[in-house]
Every structure is written in C-alpha cells, then in structure tokens.
C-alpha cells in the first residue's frame, strides 16, 4: 500500500503563490505518474498538471503558464509550484499517484487533499 501526504495548502491573496508537496510513503514498486486535481465546491474533480518518471509534463490548459510541477523519484515527492494565483483557482487539491507494479498491473492512490484558497 502507498500513502500519500499532502502539504502546502493555504489562504494567498489572488497573484500570489504557494507550493504544494505529496510524499508517497509505504511499499511502493514503482511510481509511474504523479499528478494533482482540483475540485472547487460544487464542481467535478479535474486535471491539473501529471508528470512522468521521465519528466513529462501536462497541464489543464486554465493552469498553463502559471503552475509548473516537478518530482525528486529518490524521495518518492511531487511538487506543484503555483504561481499567479486567481480566486478561481480556489479548491482542494488532490495528489493521485499511479504505482506499476508489473507490466499490466497498476494501482491507482490518492491523497486526503488539501485546500487553496485564494482571496481577490
């Protein structure tokens, strides 16, 4: 099983920035994709931002520009740098992690979420 902690939420006025972390602790075989979503009151979870174990990044297209995600593989930890913050980016953020554990296995994990507000 793998854990998932999230940290970094917080109330920011709107340009303002703030850094989210998820570590994946347990026993874990492989991380494959990291990733963050979003889900404002009374709205869907959506896509934010993934990241592969070569790097490979893709965001939603509302966060292009302005939030930038990255990962350490040797401390299991992604990272979401937001910057430019607007009040519609208030929500709880979730980390989702896709864990390999063989060729056609995968597990799929997510965090407890953690909230970012941002004030106009």
């Known amino acids: 099983q793998v854990q998932l902690v999230e940290s970094g939420g917080g109330l920011v006025q709107a340009g303002g920035s703030l850094r989210l972390s998820c570590a994946a602790s347990?026993?874990?075989?492989?991380?494959?994709?990291m990733g963050w979503y979003r889900q404002a009151p009374g709205k869907q979870r959506e896509l934010v931002a993934t990241?592969?174990?070569?790097?490979?990044?893709n965001y939603a297209d509302s966060v292009k520009g302005r939030f930038i995600i990255s990962r350490d593989n040797a401390k299991n930890t992604v990272y979401l740098q937001m910057n430019g913050l607007k009040p519609e980016d208030t929500a709880v953020y979730y980390c989702?992690?896709?864990?390999?554990?063989?060729?056609?296995?995968?597990?799929?994990?997510w965090g407890k979420g953690t909230l970012v507000t941002v004030s106009s």
């Open positions: 990241i592969t174990g070569g790097s490979n990044t």
């Open positions: 347990g026993t874990i075989f492989s991380i494959n994709v």
């Open positions: 989702h992690v896709i864990e390999q554990k063989s060729t056609m296995a995968f597990s799929h994990y």
